[in-house]
């Protein structure tokens, strides 16, 4: 047995194979010389590779039209063109004729050099068929190779596993069936990168910042990972094994006892009313959330309409995943974030240059309105969904007061675009602003006057505040939620919201973490917004204590001059107000 540790970044226990996902070049690939007699030969591998990529194709295509969606299959209809390109095929064969080198190799040097002709092209159209030559190139290659499953795509699993990788693009997590990831161990990552959060939706056991466990573990290898103590034990003994499905019972039956507070209120003992919501990130998890008792959507994180390999959501796209999480909430209100991409977030379609600080760089509400056709198309996508059900508008990464001002002046825009159209929406939408940049937390009685609502991003105020790339797990620990300048700038925004007599909202990681919900009901924060499956226990420790005893706790925190000293604080409210163990903190 061999035991990894990492950050804890989703609870749960799974036991299972693990599939090693590598989304390396082909940096192994053979190359080696043919003779002429040999050419035949190796032009029909090629043509059985050809075949049996087709095959492979068609099936992820017709998968894909059943359970992702129109775009996601049109992607793969583009890939079956390609390989059936007459053309295409036909330079393959001069070339190899030319060089008479193995065919894998003339494969790979020609497809390299048209996807770098592609990438070059200031067209976003040409550079998307870049994307889909590396693509079709690497399935043929792997065919070629006999390499018995392709690894490029995730959406090849079939089979119950344990997905370690050394980290996953947000486009790598949207293919692949999350029903058959039954557990996640990442190289890279913390409890706020965007696959720990996707792993919190999905209710996927997740342990991040392994530093080295895709070179160590194999394909098939039998793993536990415990999403909850951040370890994975490969070929765990006898006595791991059966301390871990014990331990694995327990957290089901908690989550049992916690489903009956589904119907209650997030109530305080005092009568103090605070409202629990769902972050998504996919429209289908709208019924999740309703399961887990939320009140609304605080966080419908929209990227994902962009980083679909390919391009931007269509306007008709977007309409339709916002107007079924619209139908799906009914009355329940549902705020939808515009996008926010770059960072560690990329759309082929957007990003044009490689950044040297790409989360200090272009991305958010900088790009939305440095395109502002592009933003538009998503602002009437949101305004036509309005009429069917209660939407709110969000803008992330707002720096300052003009940005929140140009947002607001091109969704005006869009709104009489839609008059223009004669396409009917809801009346006194509320636009609100992320407050996740300290410069926004500083000015929030400025951006209160312009702002419906405010939402805290901690995760990216923490990042921000402290310096702290927050995928990165050779600093993580540096990156504490309870870092008394991060209370201050939750402290100081909730206030000026407050003063404007407008609502604040937090939707960061931080909402849902346990150990800091007395002292933000403490500091009177209005709306919690977390992943579904952390609602109950967050509305359970709500449901035990008073608020007094929270602001008590929070003022005592606000004089803390140590992250050690808030977590003191914390911990002795805790042992005073909460019954020992129970809130796994
Ligand atoms: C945040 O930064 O806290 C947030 C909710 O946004 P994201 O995690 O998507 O950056
Ligand atoms: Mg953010």
């Given at each position: 047995m061999k035991t990894f540790t990492g950050i804890p970044a989703s609870a749960g226990i799974a036991f299972g194979k693990a599939f090693v996902y590598r989304d390396e070049e082909n940096s192994e690939l053979p190359r080696y010389s043919i003779t002429a007699a040999e050419e035949a030969a190796e032009w029909a591998r090629l043509q059985k590779a050809v075949a049996e990529?087709?095959?492979?194709?068609?099936?992820?295509?017709?998968?894909?039209?059943?359970?992702i969606g129109s775009e996601q299959a049109a992607i793969f209809q583009a890939h079956l063109m390609m390989l059936e390109d007459v053309d295409f095929l036909d330079q393959i064969r001069d070339r190899l004729k030319k060089s008479l080198l193995n065919i894998e190799w003339v494969v790979w040097e020609m497809c390299r050099e048209i996807a770098q002709k592609l990438m070059a092209s200031p067209?976003?159209?040409?550079?998307?068929r870049a994307v889909d030559i590396a693509d079709v190139s690497r399935r043929v290659i792997n065919s070629l190779l006999s390499v018995t499953r392709s690894r490029f795509s995730l959406a090849d699993i079939d089979e119950d596993v344990i997905l370690v990788a050394h980290d996953l693009m947000p486009s790598d997590t949207l293919v692949m069936d999350k029903a058959r990831i039954k557990g996640l161990a990442m190289d890279m990552g913390s409890r706020t990168s965007h696959t720990a959060i996707l792993a919190r939706a999905f209710n996927i056991p997740a342990v991040l910042g392994l530093s080295v466990i895709s070179r160590e573990i194999k394909d098939g290898d039998f793993?536990?990972?415990?999403?909850?103590?951040?370890t994975v034990a490969l070929d765990p003994d006898k006595r791991t094994l059966a301390r871990q499905e014990d331990e694995e019972r327990q957290y089901r039956d908690q989550a049992d006892r916690l489903g009956v507070l589904r119907e209650l209120p997030a109530e305080t003992t005092d009568g103090w009313r605070v409202a629990l919501k769902a972050n998504i990130e996919f429209p289908e998890e709208a019924e999740r959330a309703l399961h887990y008792g939320a009140e609304g959507i605080g966080l419908y994180r929209s990227e994902f309409l962009y980083i679909t390999p390919g391009k931007a959501a269509e306007?008709?796209?977007?309409?339709?995943?916002?107007s079924r999480v619209l139908k799906a909430m009914g009355k329940l209100p549902v705020t939808i974030r515009t996008?926010?991409?770059?960072?560690?977030?990329?759309?082929?379609?957007?990003?044009?240059?490689?950044?040297k600080n790409p989360l200090l760089g272009w991305r958010a509400i900088r790009m939305s309105l440095a395109n502002p056709e592009l933003f538009k198309v998503q602002l009437r996508a949101i305004l036509r969904a309005s009429v069917e059900g209660n939407v709110r508008i969000m803008f992330p990464m707002i720096s300052g007061i003009e940005e929140l001002e140009q947002a607001l002046v091109l969704l005006d825009e869009a709104r009489s675009e839609c008059k223009k159209k004669k396409q009917p929406f809801a009346q006194n939408i509320k636009a609100g602003a992320m407050i996740e940049i300290p410069s926004a937390a500083m000015t929030a009685d400025i951006l209160a006057e312009k702002s419906d609502f405010f939402s805290l991003g901690t995760n990216d105020l923490i990042q921000y505040s402290l310096a702290v790339d927050?995928?990165?797990?050779?600093?993580?620990?540096l990156g504490d939620s309870h870092h008394p300048a991060v209370l201050r700038f939750i402290k100081r925004t909730i206030d000026a919201a407050h003063e404007k007599g407008i609502k604040a909202a937090m939707c960061g990681e931080l909402a849902g973490n346990p150990s800091a919900t007395a002292i933000l009901?403490?500091?009177?924060?209005?709306?919690?917004?977390?992943?579904?499956?952390?609602?109950?226990?967050?509305?359970?420790?709500?449901?035990g204590t008073s608020h007094a005893a929270c602001k008590a706790l929070a003022d005592e925190a606000m004089r803390a001059r140590s992250i050690a000293e808030v977590r003191a604080a914390v911990k002795t409210w805790m042992a005073a107000n909460a019954p020992a163990g129970e809130y796994g903190i």
């Open positions: 990529a087709s095959e492979q194709v068609k099936a992820l295509h017709d998968r894909a039209g059943r359970e067209d976003p159209i040409f550079r998307e793993l536990v990972l415990n999403g909850s103590s951040g306007e008709e796209t977007q309409y339709n995943a916002y996008v926010d991409v770059g960072g560690d977030k990329v759309s082929p379609e957007l990003l044009t240059v490689n950044e927050r995928g990165n797990e050779k600093v993580n620990y009901i403490g500091l009177g924060l209005d709306e919690f917004s977390m992943a579904a499956s952390s609602i109950p226990l967050v509305k359970q420790i709500i449901r």
